[in-house]
Every structure is written in structure tokens, then in C-alpha cells.
């Protein structure tokens, strides 16, 4: 099945292995990202075939400017997001809204505007990348949680609201996923969440792109509403 895919953040990390995955399928790909057109990165998706917009997904005039210049979207795969990271009695409204701008409302407006188009045509997938913090917390991160916690109660309404329009949405809660964000984290911190996963090794792009590409394949169309951990077993 090859479809016209929008993936959010998709320069790099998580959502560059969902691009080259869905690539690989021969889908019509686009990708939003607040990376300037000059960028190296943005110049490689491009070369590769990629239509690339930049788009600020906190903004929502930025949302809808974006999605005016894409005709049809089959599926959407909300992967954008940030962290700022600190004890909750340290963390700023700014920390606070700046997370929660990113990872939720941008979630929500995306899913708007694809929405609109999806019913037009009575058909669409849309997949939000949430996170296992969002359903069981992480000390210095509740504003991340609380966004990710946010997008697993934003796919069950969604999937609710749409299922008679054939408009399936579905979510992802990775567990620890090496990208160039987690690379940074202190070694003695990696050997820590690796006794917490069962199978012992983290995750890669791969393992996340793959559930994608399976719930938007045309095999999977009697699921929706669900929450999909790709985490190793993570406890």
C-alpha cells in the first residue's frame, strides 16, 4: 500500500527511521520540522525524495499553513516532541508550556487538519508517538509525562470520534529508543534502564517505523483506539 504520509519531526531520530521506513513502502512522503531548508539533514531527506516543510507544530497558524500545501494525507504520524527536563518544584511555566506546546496541543492540531481532509475522503490512519513515561511516570519529567499521557487520552477520544468516517487512530509508547537525544544520556543512567528491560538492549527507530508501517498496511484495519508499548518489556 503506498500512501501520501506526514511525519512530524521527522528530520531525525525516531522520526527519520519512521521516513525511511515508509519510504521503503513507496509512500509520497512529508515531513515537518522546525530545521532550516539549508540544513544538511534536511538537504539528505530532500534528496531522497522527501517533500520537506518547515513547520513550528507549537503554532497553529504554522499547523494549517502546512497542511494547506499537502492535497491529500492518508496517514499522519504525530512524532514531534521535546523535553526540558526538571524537578517539578524547579520547573518554569516556560519548561512547562514549551513541552506541552510541542508534544500535545501540536499532536492535537495536526490530527485536526488531517482530520478534516481524512473525512473528505473516508479513509486515514493517523499514529501519535506517546511514550512509557506517559503511562508511568519519570521523576524530573512531568511535563513530558503529562504530554505523552496526554496523547494516549487524545488517541482514545480521537479513535472514537472518527471510527464511523474509517479515520483509524492508533498510539506508540516507546521505551528507550537509541537516537541522538539518548546518546547523550550519562553512561551509569543507560546501565541503570537496562536492568529495567527485559530483552536487555534498547530499542532503535526501526522497532517503532515497523508498528507503523503494519497498523497503516491495510492489515490492521479493525484496530483503533489502542496504545502500542515497544519498549523490550520494560517493568
Do not use: H
Amino acid at each position: 500500500m503506498n500512501l501520501n504520509s506526514l511525519v512530524t519531526g521527522g528530520v531525525c531520530g525516531i522520526g527519520r527511521g519512521i521516513v525511511e521506513r515508509l519510504l521503503k513502502r513507496g509512500d509520497n512522503l512529508f515531513v515537518f520540522d522546525v530545521f532550516p531548508a539549508s540544513s544538511e539533514k534536511v538537504k539528505q531527506l530532500e534528496s531522497m525524495g522527501v517533500n520537506y516543510f518547515r513547520v513550528d507544530v507549537s503554532c497553529v497558524d504554522s499547523i494549517r499553513k502546512g497542511f494547506d500545501q499537502i492535497e491529500k494525507v492518508d496517514l499522519l504520524v504525530n512524532n514531534a516532541g521535546v523535553t526540558k527536563d526538571n524537578l517539578a518544584i524547579r520547573m518554569s511555566e516556560q519548561d512547562w508550556d514549551f513541552v506541552l506546546n510541542v508534544n500535545l496541543k501540536g499532536a492535537f492540531f495536526c490530527c485536526q487538519q488531517a482530520v478534516k481532509k481524512m473525512i473528505k475522503q473516508k479513509f486515514g490512519y493517523i499514529v501519535n508517538i506517546s511514550s512509557i513515561v506517559g503511562q508511568v511516570g519519570n521523576p524530573g519529567q512531568a511535563n513530558y509525562a503529562a504530554s505523552k499521557a496526554g496523547v494516549i487520552a487524545l488517541t482514545k477520544s480521537l479513535a472514537q470520534e472518527y471510527a464511523s468516517r474509517n479515520v483509524l487512530v492508533n498510539a506508540i509508547a516507546p521505551g528507550f529508543i537509541q537516537t541522538e537525544m539518548t546518546d547523550k544520556i550519562p553512561q551509569k543512567f543507560k546501565e541503570l534502564a537496562l536492568q529495567r528491560i527485559s530483552l536487555r538492549k534498547f530499542g532503535t527507530p526501526k522497532d517503532v517505523a515497523e508498528i507503523i508501517g503494519f497498523l497503516s498496511s491495510g492489515c490492521a484495519d479493525y484496530i483503533t483506539g489502542q496504545i502500542f508499548n515497544v519498549d523490550g518489556g520494560m517493568f
